[in-house]
């Protein structure tokens, strides 16, 4: 059997996994169950109550399933601040972070659909953010995934940035934020994170995801062609 082959057989998940996939998702279809049936008004379309479920499972997936390999301390902690520097990047454009804001404090956002509740949202004189549960966990298991990709790539620190930035999977969501206006600032910053082109988003971030594990997985990136 290739190699390759036995990465794919990998992907496949076993007994256990399955049935702990079963108890994630019947508890999801609970939380929108009991949203809808306790909130008065309660948004319904299946959009905005599903998609936020796929960047929380393909989050946490990626947080429990992706290791990085084996590396010396110096460049743990390149790859750390390259994924520290990504992922502020990611939130900044993302509409997670802003500079500027009205001052009116933090405020608890809990009538809203489940993934998007609980929502924390400050907003400073200099400084706003707004932590929603779906897109801080997805802009997390990117960030995550770029610390691997820098640490397990080949050819060495700068190898692995050069391997980085080759891989469009890196900057898409970047790209894609920027052009689709999604940060914001002050009051505008919910706004602008809640009502985005949902789908648009979503489908950058598993596009994201895939390249991002197929680097780290099967090395997929110019310097590993390359090299090949």
Request: aromatic share 10%.
């Amino acid at each position: 059997m290739s190699t390759l082959d036995g990465d794919l057989r990998g992907l496949v998940p076993e007994g256990r996994s399955l049935a702990l996939w079963a108890v994630v998702l019947n508890t999801e279809l609970l939380a929108v169950m009991l949203y809808l049936l306790l909130l008065p008004g309660a948004a319904t379309d299946p959009v905005l109550l599903g998609f936020p479920f796929v960047w929380l499972n393909v989050a946490g997936w990626v947080l429990l399933r992706v290791r990085a390999a084996p590396a010396s301390a110096r460049r743990r902690a390149v790859a750390a601040a390259v994924a520290v520097g990504y992922g502020l990047v990611l939130g900044y454009v993302g509409g997670v972070v802003g500079l500027g804001g009205t001052g009116g404090g933090l405020r608890v956002v809990l009538a809203a659909p489940p993934g998007f509740a609980p929502s924390f949202v400050y907003s400073g004189s200099s400084l706003a953010v707004v932590v929603t549960p779906w897109k801080v966990a997805g802009y997390l298991a990117l960030s995550y995934l770029v610390y691997v990709t820098v640490v397990d790539a080949s050819g060495g620190v700068a190898g692995g940035l050069l391997g980085l930035f080759s891989c469009v999977s890196c900057v898409l969501p970047i790209v894609a934020s920027v052009v689709g206006g999604f940060a914001g600032v002050g009051a505008t910053l919910y706004q602008a994170a809640l009502y985005q082109s949902y789908g648009l988003s979503t489908a950058v971030f598993l596009a994201s995801v895939g390249l991002l594990y197929a680097v780290h997985r099967f090395d997929v990136t110019l310097v590993g062609w390359l090299r090949s």
